[in-house]
Nanobody, 125 residues
């Protein structure tokens, strides 16, 4: 069974950069649209960024526009979320997800059927 696995979580200082990766466990699997979501304790899940199947279209939440970038490598079945100019935030679990049916970038969690277990990211002030 195909799985997604995130890496690159941790604790960073405000203003720093952090690179998070997501990889599919099987090279034969073809992820369509992919996305990152985050959830802080006691809060609802929120979208962070998404990327279309070919990488031409991208979505960013207003809170991260201009600071985050998203990219993917379809040959390696990987996706990268680059965070720059980190802002202080409560610890949150960042999860990657992929859609089985949607090729366009979407910030709606309902579009994504396969999710990774998540990694914790903390930005301290």
């Amino acid at each position: 069974q195909v799985q997604l696995l995130e890496s690159g979580g941790g604790v960073v200082q405000a203003g720093d950069s952090l690179r998070r990766s997501c990889a599919a466990s099987e090279r034969s699997f073809t992820p369509l649209a992919m996305a990152w979501f985050r959830q802080a304790p006691g809060k609802e899940i929120e979208s962070v960024a998404a990327i279309s199947f070919m990488g031409a279209n991208k979505y960013f939440a207003d809170s991260v526009k201009g600071r985050f970038t998203i990219s993917r490598d379809n040959d390696k079945k990987t996706m990268v979320l680059q965070m720059n100019s980190a802002k202080p935030e409560a610890p949150a679990i960042y999860s990657c997800a992929t859609s089985h049916t949607t090729i366009t970038a979407s910030g709606s969690s309902r579009r994504y059927a396969l999710w990774g277990p998540g990694i914790q990211v903390t930005v301290s002030s």
